[in-house]
């Protein structure tokens, strides 16, 4: 990889003072899991690395009344041995139990889940993030298989890597974005975005803010997160999906769906929100709703398989929403 200066501030503001302002300049390392294979693949060129494992306020997990307060720096570990987050949001633990490797489990971190770059394998050979040779996209005529099924009209035609975002989105999710000049706080669904040149994101975080916490509020809803797979083994989803319901008595007065792996950004899906208000979970029920959830699905060559998959996550995230859980 190549050579870089390394710091390791012990607080917030000494942090925020040695980032730069332009991506490229200064990159921030917290497990590292997937940063530093980046690195290795000189897809990431970082003049500084600021490591903030070492700065106590970002951990930790809280809940409260008003709602649950992960530090961005916890791990997949923490919270999956929360018994908090187990019992009132089943979506994260979920998700958790998705990544099976013990080593990611215990270095891999709340925050860096949701700031990992594409696993699109044009972006991680070198093709640039929207795969493009000659102004033309590679993806559409090309390797396809694992790419977006929804949100694919251009330029972006990867699938977001976040395990975690999909259940944010449907919980209604914020996360904190600190800079030295103060904070912001990003609903979930507008932290991740659509990048429409080579220079821009996948987040809306910016070069010069740290992601500091995630807040999600107590809103008393059934939910749950569903992921289809290759294998068992340590591997992204093919598809997945995450609902929170809120109920009144044995019916949903409203309903969050949003699917995973999919699209460039996790995808709410509003048709089969609309679907589902007003009735009963029942196994036929989510079967519509899961048709309605993957109606404007617009999929590539090889990758026609997706719709299936995801109609699948979204009818048995409805069905497991529903189970009592211990």
């Not at 390797?143 to 944010?168: D, M, Q, R, T, W």
């Not at 899906?269 to 699905?297: F, M, S």
Request: proline share 5%; aromatic share 6%.
């Amino acid at each position: 990889m190549q050579a870089f200066e390394y710091a390791s501030p012990t607080t917030l503001q000494e942090a925020l003072g040695l980032l730069g302002k332009s991506w490229g300049d200064t990159d921030v390392l917290a497990g590292g899991t997937d940063l530093i294979s980046l690195m290795k693949e000189y897809l990431a060129t970082p003049k500084r690395l600021v490591n903030i494992k070492g700065i106590k306020e970002l951990g930790g997990i809280q809940n409260s009344k008003t709602g649950l307060r992960i530090g961005s720096t916890a791990t997949v570990e923490e919270l999956l041995e929360n018994a908090d987050v187990r019992k009132t949001f089943p979506a994260f633990t979920d998700a958790a139990r998705g990544i099976s490797s013990p080593q990611i489990r215990n270095m891999g971190t709340v925050g860096g889940d949701l700031c990992q770059r594409p696993r699109c394998w044009y972006y991680r050979q070198g093709f640039g993030l929207l795969a493009t040779q000659d102004g033309k996209s590679l993806v559409p005529e090309g390797e396809n298989k694992y790419h977006a099924i929804l949100g694919n009209s251009g330029p972006a035609y990867f699938v977001s890597a976040s395990s975690f975002g999909p259940a944010l989105v449907a919980l209604n999710a914020k996360v904190r974005l600190v800079s030295s000049s103060g904070h912001r706080d990003v609903p979930a669904a507008r932290f991740f975005v659509t990048p429409q040149n080579e220079k821009a994101r996948e987040t809306a975080l910016l070069p010069n803010e740290i992601l500091t916490e995630i807040m999600v509020p107590q809103e008393g809803t059934k939910n749950a997160t569903y992921e289809v797979r290759q294998k068992e083994a340590l591997d992204w989803p093919l598809a997945a999906a995450s609902v929170a319901l809120k109920m009144k008595g044995s019916t949903v007065s409203s309903a969050r769906i949003v699917l995973g792996h999919v699209a460039p950004t996790p995808w709410v899906a509003e048709k089969a929100q609309e679907a589902l208000a007003g009735k009963a979970v029942t196994p036929e029920t989510a079967e519509e709703v899961a048709k309605a959830a993957v109606a404007d699905a617009t999929p590539l060559s090889q990758n026609v398989y997706k719709v299936q998959l995801a109609r699948v996550a979204v009818k048995r995230a409805l069905l497991e929403a529903m189970r009592a859980r211990a």
